[in-house]
T-cell receptor, first 116, second 114 residues
Framework: GAGVSQSPRYKVTKRGQDVALRCDPI?????LYWYRQALGQGPEFLTY????????KSGLPNDRFSAERPEGSISTLTIQRTEQRDSAMYRC??????????????FGPGTRLTVL | AQSVTQLDSQVPVFEEAPVELRCNYS??????LFWYVQYPNQGLQLLLK??????LVKGINGFEAEFNKSQTSFHLRKPSVHISDTAEYFC????????????FGSGTRLLVRP
């Protein structure tokens, strides 16, 4: 079936604007993750959902960042009042069940955010 | 806290030559270990993972990795690379008590030349 999809693939915005990044996980996957990847770095964990419940948001850098998954499927990562330092690749991943070490996280292609 | 170090940012190698991509980690608790590959304009794809048992783990596309607890390493190897192996490779760890939260290294770009 289809993999994890993310939209938009590229987003250019001006400093101070709000942006919403969308993630559509693999059908039937219970767990969903958001990561941020700066240029030349590996992905950095932001937050994690089981169904619609946000289980861990310890990686969100500040209160301008928020995420939701209201129906346990599609998720939205919102960044308010964007700053240039928010520029990065934002990656979403999903897995069947997140709390099992045998579970594999399947990553989407990412959204490249550029804040001017 | 956990951390992952991939010392080589880029590894150039000729086609059909062997390759080793190095990964070292530090952690105060037991961890699981992973290697992911990222092809251009695609998401990360799991190559292999070490959970327990045999320290030699075989993955997709002919790759394998060996877990060395005493050296806290999890190096990735392939005996003969192809042009199509050109990609970015990421090592990652996950705590056993919260394995959903992967900590990634900074990545190694494997460049296979004809």
């Amino acid at each position: 079936g289809a993999g994890v999809s993310q939209s938009p693939r590229y987003k250019v915005t001006k400093r101070g604007q709000d942006v919403a990044l969308r993630c559509d996980p693999i059908s039937g996957h219970v767990s969903l993750y958001w990561y941020r990847q700066a240029l030349g770095q590996g992905p950095e964990f932001l937050t994690y959902f089981n169904y619609e419940a946000q289980q861990d948001k310890s990686g969100l850098p500040n209160d301008r960042f928020s995420a939701e998954r209201p129906e346990g499927s599609i998720s939205t990562l919102t960044i308010q009042r964007t700053e240039q330092r928010d520029s990065a690749m934002y990656r979403c991943a999903s897995s069947l069940v997140g709390d099992r070490y045998t579970d594999t996280q399947y990553f989407g292609p990412g959204t490249r955010l550029t804040v001017l | 806290a956990q951390s992952v170090t991939q010392l080589d940012s880029q590894v150039p190698v000729f086609e059909e030559a062997p390759v080793e991509l190095r990964c070292n980690y530090s952690s105060s608790v037991s961890v699981y270990l992973f290697w992911y590959v990222q092809y251009p304009n695609q998401g990360l794809q799991l190559l292999l993972k070490y959970l327990s048992g045999s320290t030699l783990v075989k993955g997709i596309n002919g790759f394998e990795a060996e877990f060395n607890k005493s050296q806290t390493s999890f190096h990735l190897r392939k005996p003969s690379v192809h042009i199509s192996d050109t990609a970015e490779y990421f090592c990652a760890v996950g705590r056993m008590d919260s394995s959903y939260k992967l900590i990634f290294g900074s990545g190694t770009r494997l460049l296979v030349r004809p």
